[in-house]
């Protein structure tokens, strides 16, 4: 898919512009962000990266990763560009907060927007496989968005953009858009790698960056702590059929001085297990206040069979196809009695 020619216009046309990630950054937020303000830089940009929360530990390693803050810039941006999300809940961020900040909102992504009914005829991506215009939801701010679901991450979408710029990618950028399709392949393992993405991942190795030391450093630089709460997470682990699930607590962040930055793959063990089609993370909110109290976030994955997008979608979540996730009130029973009367009414139908 080409490079919309509206957010090129936007991006020769404006000066400054500030770059937003969704809430617990991970790789390909943080490598799309990053490579997106170093590229637009290069052509006499200023740009600024704002995230909620600090980048995980695992990722500072990037090049020119203190870029990202965590305060919302008070003075006034061009144009803001929301990355590897595609509504502004999803930064954390309420949208009376980026009024005196911007007047333009683009989004880029590649998730599909599940809080629209994904069967309905205004899907609403600019794709070839979905023709329709994509209803504008959470803010009447977004004035433009490239969504591209069959893109492997937003890394490539970002590479893409500066391509058609002209930009050229090299050793800093290509670090950070190699460690955005890289996690968001899980190694080029999952199910969106495809042709596009590894040649992409070819000319970024030719541009400089280097596999085996960004590989070290996002699978291979975990703290003590973090496998301690793995460890913990695992005790939890059971199965039932084709369903297997795990928990984390708020007293597992405790006892083992982590937080939710921690957790991230945790899920992928409970879909490695032989015969399940779904695994599920229930992970209890870290930091409770009246309102987020007894609030559990929910990361799906399926080994293919079943649509956990379209299943995080019925509790107002979203994701992929084989990668999902949302949040749901209650006890941890009630939310499991929830989301597990969903998935087995999908897995009894395989």
């Known amino acids: 898919m080409r490079v919309p020619p509206e ?16 809430i617990n950054p991970e790789g ?12 637009l830089k290069k052509i006499g940009k200023y740009t600024c990266i704002f995230s909620r929360d600090p980048l995980p530990e695992i990722l500072r390693f990037l090049p020119s990763s203190d870029m990202f803050s965590q305060k919302v810039p008070s003075n006034g941006f061009d144009v803001l560009f929301l990355l590897d999300c595609n509504t502004v809940k999803r930064t954390g961020l309420k949208t009376d907060c980026l009024l005196p900040v911007t007047k333009k909102i683009v989004v880029i992504d590649h998730h599909l927007p599940y809080e629209i009914e994904v069967k309905s005829s205004e899907l609403g991506v600019w794709s070839p496989k979905y023709n329709s215009k994509l209803k504008a939801h959470n803010s009447k ?8 679901p069959d893109a492997s991450a937003t890394g490539v979408l970002i590479y893409k953009l500066l391509n058609a710029l002209c930009i050229p990618v090299d050793k800093e950028i290509a670090t950070n ?7 968001d392949t899980g190694g080029f393992r999952y199910s969106n790698t495809n042709p596009e993405s590894l040649n992409i991942a070819s000319q970024l190795l030719k541009a400089g960056a280097e596999p085996w030391g960004i590989a070290k450093e ?4 975990f703290s003590f702590n973090r496998l301690r709460l793995l460890s913990l997470c695992l005790n939890t682990l059971k199965r039932q059929g084709k369903l297997a699930w795990a928990t984390i607590t708020r007293d597992m962040y405790k006892k083992t001085k982590t937080s939710v930055q921690d957790t991230e793959t945790f899920v992928d063990y409970t879909r490695r297990i032989k015969g399940v089609e779904v695994g599920i993370l229930f992970r209890q909110v870290q930091n409770e206040s009246p309102r987020r109290k007894g609030l559990y976030k929910i990361s799906l994955r399926s080994k293919g069979r079943v649509d956990v997008a379209e299943i995080a979608g019925l509790f107002g979540g979203g994701g992929h196809h084989n990668a999902a996730g949302c949040e749901l009130k209650g006890s941890l029973e009630e939310v499991k009695k929830k989301v597990f009367g969903v998935i087995k009414k999908a897995i009894k139908k395989l």
């Open 7 to 22: 957010i090129l216009g936007l991006i020769k046309e404006n000066k400054k512009i500030l770059i937003v990630s969704h």
């Open 28 to 39: 390909d937020s943080a490598g799309s962000s990053i490579a997106l303000a170093l590229g």
């Open 141 to 148: 701010l977004i004035t433009h968005k490239w969504i591209d």
């Open 177 to 183: 858009l190699y460690t955005a399709i890289l996690t």
């Open 218 to 221: 996002v699978y291979e630089s």
